[in-house]
């Protein structure tokens, strides 16, 4: 009798393994492919993405209030500082919009319907984030009802956090730039130094750094400690100008050949309430 | 017969728990994962063996499966490695709590037990897969620490609240 149940014990535990491990290769190839997931994750998905909202509403109302406190007291000398920044920003802001007329002009008269440049931004909530070290995943309110697809890129109000991952109608999934899972980070990228422009890819990100790794880069041309990293828009996902951060250090490949740039994110990835995703126009 | 309550509460707060745990890693993400330590909420674990220990549960596998289904697909979406912790959880929690009777530092000392076990497996199941390529030393000092400390104040708040509510809810039943 005793022999039996430690049998069927096992059996158990045999079957669960199989049954859970499959599931997981299952997904995992779902998620790789182009594909938005499975209709009844997707309705499951957004069906507690509505539940959530619920539940967070009083908890993140009661945040609000602890972080407006200490907000109130910093507000004196922040509005000093600010009050210097708006003189500068009122005269950028009427030669952005000159340039912006001049841009389209000559666009139509090129006869350029939509270049990398072009894309709209449709800004969410964050609703909630995976409770796992291994996974730096946002849950977003917006979804496909709001013509997100996968893969576009996703924007804070500093510059880009990351990459939309999954699709469910009302939801969707952003995966941080600061995943160290190798697919995520697949930017392509292009630093503004003073030389010219030098495209690249983010091939990594390091925890203990906070730095993004940018390799992948064939130019010649000399890089320096600050200039500006955006998106190229090269490779299908992500439009041109979204800013990522500065270069904080050059170093050489570890073969030695190619240099390697690190950039210092300049989105606060532990600090993000409203994302935008960028949808490109073409 | 009187039909318990907890029938309705239990999958609710394991519901509730579950979207807390997604709720609170959001807003206090500054301190939640920082550069030399992570911390991963488990509030799941909580309500789970305060349940087990205190309230009488129906289907405790089937509800902890489900729980489990619902965290992979909205959190992670690699379906498979909650819908398997969860329930052993549950099996691991009767297993123990069978020899004991309730008092707070059993409880207290079965619910550690259980997130050090869901944490390593989730951390295992994770580098099997290779989405992580922390090693054993660095999960153990940066994340099981930080997140069994978060816990244990967690359990500590919420042991006397939550032993009250089952309590109170398994009573109605036997009367």
């Known amino acids: ?282 | 017969m009187r039909i318990s309550k907890l029938r309705y509460f239990f999958p609710l707060g394991l519901l509730i728990s579950l979207l807390l745990d997604g709720i609170f890693s959001n807003l206090f993400a500054a301190n939640f994962f920082q550069v030399s330590s992570s911390i991963e909420s488990r509030l799941i674990v909580v309500w789970l063996v305060m349940a087990l220990c205190f309230g009488e549960i129906d289907h405790p596998y089937l509800w902890s499966i489900i729980a489990g289904a619902i965290f992979d697909a909205y959190y992670t979406g690699i379906i498979g490695p909650m819908i398997m912790l969860l329930p052993l959880i549950v099996y691991l929690t009767l297993l123990m709590f069978r020899f004991f009777t309730p008092s707070f530092i059993v409880v207290l000392l079965i619910c550690l037990i259980d997130i050090t076990v869901i944490t390593f497996l989730f951390y295992g199941i994770f580098s099997l897969i290779s989405y992580t390529d922390a090693s054993v030393a660095t999960f153990i000092g940066e994340t099981l620490g930080p997140t069994l400390a978060y816990n244990l104040a967690a359990f500590v708040i919420l042991y006397l609240p939550l032993k009250k509510f089952f309590e109170h809810f398994s009573q109605n039943r036997s009367a």
Do not use: C
């Open chain 1, 1 to 282: 009798m005793q022999r039996f149940f430690f049998n069927k014990r096992l059996v158990i535990i045999l079957i669960t393994l199989i049954i859970g491990f499959s599931l997981i290769a299952f997904s995992i190839v779902i998620r790789n492919n182009r594909k938005t997931p499975t209709v009844v994750q997707q309705f499951g998905n957004s069906a507690v993405g509505v539940v959530n909202q619920v539940v967070g509403a009083p908890v993140s109302g009661i945040k609000t209030v602890g972080t407006s406190v200490s907000e109130l007291l910093n507000t004196y000398s922040e509005n000093q500082q600010l009050k210097k920044q708006v003189d500068s920003l009122a005269s950028e802001k009427v030669r952005n919009q000159t340039l912006t007329s001049e841009n389209k002009k000559l666009k139509t008269e090129l006869k350029l319907k939509s270049s990398l440049t072009n894309f709209d931004l449709v800004s969410a909530a964050v609703v909630s984030r995976a409770p796992s070290s291994w996974q730096n995943q946002l849950i977003i309110n917006k979804g496909s009802l709001s013509g997100i697809k996968k893969n576009q890129a996703v924007v804070s109000q500093h510059g880009l956090i990351g990459r939309v991952i999954e699709v469910n109608s009302a939801s969707s999934k952003v995966e941080l730039i600061s995943n160290e899972d190798s697919s995520s980070n697949q930017f392509a990228t292009q630093v503004l130094s003073k030389s010219g422009n030098i495209n690249g890819l983010i091939t990594g990100y390091s925890q203990n750094t906070n730095l993004l790794t940018m390799g992948q880069i064939t130019s010649q041309k000399k890089i320096e400690k600050g200039d500006r990293v955006i998106t190229s828009g090269l490779g299908g996902n992500s439009p041109e100008g979204l800013y990522v951060g500065r270069v904080a250090k050059v170093e050489k490949d570890d073969y030695g050949l190619a240099s390697k740039v690190l950039i210092k994110p300049a989105a606060d990835l532990s600090d993000l309430e409203i994302v935008s995703v960028a949808k490109r126009a073409d």
